[in-house]
């Protein structure tokens, strides 16, 4: 069931049911930052990455990301200057601060397939977040020789500072400290993504909470699409299904929808996360 529904009513509907309820489980995608302003061509491209769309031909950053560079000096260039910008700056629009607003006085966890760590840098609890997919301020060594991962700020500075005509110096090539091997981005693309001790206790938490909260739930569900639908989506759909007192919230532009089994207990709202953030807290 797409979202169909007036929305005036849909804003009040979910904001009566967010003050209503007993606990919160907010499930963020990509769509979620997006609003917030990261987006990845037009003119923030331009902005940060038109010596390289010039040099190498892409005109977005993901683009950017898989390019075959010839060297690391190279391919550390882009990626540094990456990584700096989409997690280190803060994100051109308040729309993470505005979400806490909503619910800095509810029970909530949030699950989040997003890397960017905009949650934690508006103020969420961390103890009260779980990265499933890594995170852009992570190194892990590629092979990997270990279930660890290095905080990479420094040596992502460094890079963004001394690099010269879309290049790193050698020196800066980020090796394993354990096994010499090169560093990679702690990022879920294969079977070497390196889920460490962290990766492990925010998963407890996160099902610790769902097993011990009961009654009026919402799982409120921004910005996720059907990339990797059973990490939020499918389950939340299921959850929802689970508990007759349970209320699932849908906000996505141009992929608001919701089963048929659930449509009762279903908000579906069509349209861009920050305004609807933003009416609900007129």
Known sequence: MRSTGNYSDDIQRLKQ????????????????????????????FEKYFSDF??????????SGGFYPYETPEEMWAYWSRYIFI?????????????????????????ITTNVDHCFQKAGFDKKRLFYTQGDYGLFQCSEPCLNVTYDNEEMIRNMVEQQK???????LIPACPNCGKPLTMNLRSDDSFVQDQGWYE??????????????KILYLELGVGYNT?????YPFWQMTLSNPDAVYACVNYGEAACP???????????????????????
């Open 17 to 44: 049911v967010l003050h209503e309820a007993d606990a919160v489980v907010i499930g963020a995608g990509a769509g979620l930052s997006t609003s917030a302003g990261f987006t990845y061509s037009g003119e923030r």
């Open 165 to 171: 005509d879309m290049r790193i110096p050698s020196e």
């Open 86 to 110: 989409n997690r280190y700056e803060d994100a051109p629009k308040p729309v993470y601060e505005h979400l806490l607003e909503l619910v800095k006085d509810k029970d909530c966890f949030v």
């Open 202 to 215: 925010a998963s407890e938490r996160y099902n610790f909470f769902l097993h011990t909260r009961q009654g």
């Open 53 to 62: 769309g010039e040099k190498y031909g892409f005109s977005d950053m993901y």
């Open 260 to 282: 048929n089994e659930i449509r009762d207990r279903s908000v579906c709202i069509d349209g861009d996360i920050g305004k609807v953030i933003e009416d609900m807290r007129k």
């Open 229 to 233: 639908p059973v990490i939020i989506k």
